[in-house]
């Protein structure tokens, strides 16, 4: 899979994009309990919503290698939340862990359907003038 979906200054600003949440979840994940963002969706919610983003920017940012990110990403959240398990305050869940790597790959799988659909619509019609 070549990269000719996005220009290449839109790739840079999908990977600092990517790194930014990425950080972001990191913090939230391993940070003080009270600097952590609640809403109406609940502990679920909030992180499914947090790991599909996730999901998305690194799936469209790194989508050469979409295996290697996809396991990449699984990991990362394997080891985040393990690390909760030396957070004060913290709780290190099986849940919170399926939860985070089934919304990482619903990201990723979304990210692989947009550059299929853009690659779609610029390919050039094959047979026509």
């Given at each position: 899979?070549?990269?000719?979906?996005?220009?290449?200054?839109?790739?840079?600003?999908?990977?600092?994009?990517?790194?930014?949440?990425?950080?972001?979840?990191?913090?939230?994940?391993?940070?003080?309990?009270?600097?952590?963002?609640?809403?109406?969706?609940?502990?679920?919610?909030?992180?499914?919503?947090?790991?599909?983003?996730?999901?998305?920017?690194?799936?469209?940012?790194?989508?050469?290698?979409?295996?290697?990110?996809?396991?990449?990403?699984?990991?990362?959240?394997?080891?985040?939340?393990?690390?909760?398990?030396?957070?004060?305050?913290?709780?290190?869940?099986?849940?919170?862990?399926?939860?985070?790597?089934?919304?990482?790959c619903v990201g990723l799988a979304l990210a692989a359907g947009l550059d299929w659909?853009?690659?779609?619509?610029?390919?050039?019609?094959?047979?026509?003038?």
């Amino acid at each position: 899979m070549g990269r000719t979906c996005y220009p290449g200054a839109m790739y840079i600003a999908l990977r600092i994009i990517a790194w930014i949440l990425a950080a972001a979840v990191a913090f939230a994940t391993l940070g003080p309990p009270t600097y952590r963002p609640h809403s109406e969706l609940g502990q679920n919610g909030e992180h499914a919503l947090a790991f599909v983003l996730v999901g998305l920017a690194f799936g469209l940012a790194y989508g050469r290698n979409r295996w290697i990110t996809s396991a990449t990403a699984v990991v990362f959240i394997g080891v985040l939340e393990l690390l909760q398990l030396w957070m004060p305050g913290r709780h290190a869940r099986l849940e919170d862990f399926v939860v985070d790597a089934l919304a990482a790959c619903v990201g990723l799988a979304l990210a692989a359907g947009l550059d299929w659909a853009i690659k779609r619509v610029r390919r050039p019609n094959v047979g026509t003038s």
